[in-house]
Nanobody
Framework: VQLQAFGGGLVQTGGSLRLSCAAS????????MGWFRQAPGKEREHVAT????????YYADSVKGRFTISRDNAKNTVYLLMNSLKPEDTAVYYC??????????????????WGQGTLVTVSS
């Protein structure tokens, strides 16, 4: 199983980035997918999750209205479109998969496989 996240970079406050996560070695279309982030000195936190069916999405309060998670099951890829970026969004962003989605529980321990992370830096 391999999850490869990419698309991070340096952006100014108010800018946008789109992260991608390509999956292989698993039945992507049957898994829920999530994005997490971890800033220096902080714990890894949930950003967004999308169900296997694409019908349900869940966001952290801090990113609601600014970030959009989506997926393309034909390409085994999940995306995170980030708009109106703020300096506090600076972190390493990780994608992760989970086989069973329990709404309301987005703890990292609930996710089975993880990508290597991609750094997003938002300058003020």
């Amino acid at each position: 199983v391999q999850l490869q996240a990419f698309g991070g970079g340096l952006v100014q406050t108010g800018g946008s980035l789109r992260l991608s996560c390509a999956a292989s070695g698993l039945t992507f279309s049957s898994l829920s997918m999530g994005w997490f982030r971890q800033a220096p000195g902080k714990e890894r936190e949930h950003v967004a999750t999308i169900s296997w069916s694409r019908f349900s999405t869940y966001y952290a309060d801090s990113v609601k209205g600014r970030f959009t998670i989506s997926r393309d099951n034909a390409k085994n890829t999940v995306y995170l479109l980030m708009n109106s970026l703020k300096p506090e969004d600076t972190a390493v962003y990780y994608c992760a998969s989970r086989s069973f989605l329990r709404v309301g529980n987005y703890a990292p321990s609930q996710y089975d496989y993880w990508g290597q992370g991609t750094l997003v830096t938002v300058s003020s």
